[in-house]
């Protein structure tokens, strides 16, 4: 069966910041690792739930503040069809992912862990799935230990066996570096983690937007990712949790709306997910998050994917001629992100020149410190890509790193 052309023009129709020119140039977003720009269908859907059906939610019993419930808790079932999740309490609204992981962080490694016990994680991790970690360390002795990458920034399932000990409570990785674009073999992982009696977190901020995710096939513990990385907005971000391990946990943030009474003798808590989202949330983001789901699922998770990876493998072949260009991150499972270093140029003198000729790329350590340490870098320039991320993006790439090359080259 061949499948249709991939119509990255229609689609970027409907991301109207893409429609300007930057210094002059048509603009290249090539940072959608950092952040996604967001669709129409969010902005508008955002702006018609404050013209509409604002009010605040869970406690009203005017017309609005049942509009508002009734919209807010939809979306956990959006998100749960989204990530193929068992039951809809087992989605937790949260500020985003690095939220959610200090969620897991504070309530069930408060509760389960004791000095001695050990989380592993990976090289690669971003400074989300480690400092929360840390902090657990300090508070508890606990134990972190890093399984190593391997030159091409791969993780081997063999060297997260050998991470793994009978003290092992938590796994806790990236589905997708993002530095390096290397897809975890996340299945394998979690089952590993299982076999050894620990759970698994996975944080799938770089998978979630460019992939279908299965979180029951996967049978991960915890998975986390932030809405704005999806094509929504900023402060929203999901917590699944399997159900059973949830009901154990118990809540982090105390306040309103994760009470079911209060006496100034004792409070008990809701049920989850509410016993987790204390206080007003964020309500229009959340409205924003369906919005965003909604959108690429019309797409299909499958046909981002696939358009992604033509683009990675445009820009791949594209960048590799330039000379004095080294890509960083030669997995052969790789997601849509371009990590370089160029002979010539620092990563910051490189992403503020392809800035001049409208290409807005990121450069730095990527909050992966310790992996900048591993590879023995101080910083990368990064190329990142979205759905709409075209050739011409790609071409304007090449030919502003080529600029580079003729300036310090
Ligand atoms: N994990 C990974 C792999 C990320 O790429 C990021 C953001 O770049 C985060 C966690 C943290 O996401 P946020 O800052 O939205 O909480």
């Known amino acids: 069966m061949t499948s249709l052309p991939f119509p990255v023009e229609r689609y970027r129709e409907d991301f109207p910041i893409l429609a300007q020119q ?12 950092a952040s996604a720009q967001k669709p129409r269908a969010v902005i508008e859907a955002m702006t018609r739930f404050m013209e509409n059906d604002y009010a605040n939610i869970h406690r009203g ?22 990530i193929k999740a068992e039951h809809d309490d ?58 190593p990458i391997t030159p091409e920034g791969e993780v081997r399932v063999e060297d997260v066996k050998a ?53 029951r096939d996967m049978d991960a513990d915890f998975f986390v990712f932030s809405g704005h990385k999806l094509y929504g907005p900023t402060g929203i971000g999901v917590l699944y949790g399997k159900r059973e391990i949830l009901s154990r946990m118990p809540p982090w943030q105390g306040g309103g709306d994760m009470i079911a009474s209060v006496t100034f003798a004792e409070t008990t808590y809701k049920e989850p997910p509410h016993r987790f989202e204390a206080g007003t949330p964020p309500i229009t983001e959340v409205i924003g998050l369906g919005a965003a789901i909604d959108y690429v699922s019309a ?7 696939q358009h992604e990876k033509d683009i990675l493998a445009y820009a791949t072949e594209k960048l590799s001629r330039v000379d004095g260009m080294r890509i960083v991150g030669q997995a052969k499972n790789k997601s849509g992100i371009i990590s370089f270093i160029m002979e010539q140029a620092h990563p910051h003198d490189i992403g503020t020149i392809l800035d001049r000729h409208g290409v807005a790329i990121r450069a ?13 870098l101080v910083a990368t320039a990064r190329a990142s890509f979205g759905l709409y991320t075209s050739r011409e993006d790609i071409d304007a790439l090449v030919a502003a790193v080529e600029k580079v090359e003729e300036i310090f080259g």
């Open 22 to 33: 930057i210094h002059g140039h048509p603009l290249a977003y090539l940072d959608t690792g």
């Open 90 to 147: 087992e989605i937790v609204f949260t500020h985003g992912a690095t939220d959610a992981i200090n969620l897991v962080a504070q309530t069930w490694g408060r509760t389960f862990l004791k000095a001695g016990d050990e989380i592993v994680i990976t090289a690669l991790e971003h400074h989300a799935n480690i400092v929360p970690w840390q902090m657990l360390r300090e508070a508890f002795g606990i134990d972190l230990r890093v399984v």
């Open 163 to 215: 991470a793994l000990s009978p003290k092992t409570k938590l796994v806790a990785f990236a589905h997708v570096s993002n530095v390096l674009g290397t897809v975890l073999p996340a299945k394998e992982i979690v089952a590993l983690a299982h076999e050894a009696g620990a759970l698994a977190l996975v944080d799938g901020c770089q998978s979630i937007s460019h992939m279908p995710v299965d979180v």
């Open 299 to 305: 797409i299909g998770m499958n046909n981002i994917a």
């Open 364 to 376: 730095g350590h990527h909050c992966a410190q310790p992996l900048m340490e591993h590879l023995g």
């Open 61 to 82: 019993v005017h017309e609005l503040s049942q509009r508002a419930t009734d919209k807010y808790e939809a979306v956990r079932s959006v998100v749960q069809n989204f």
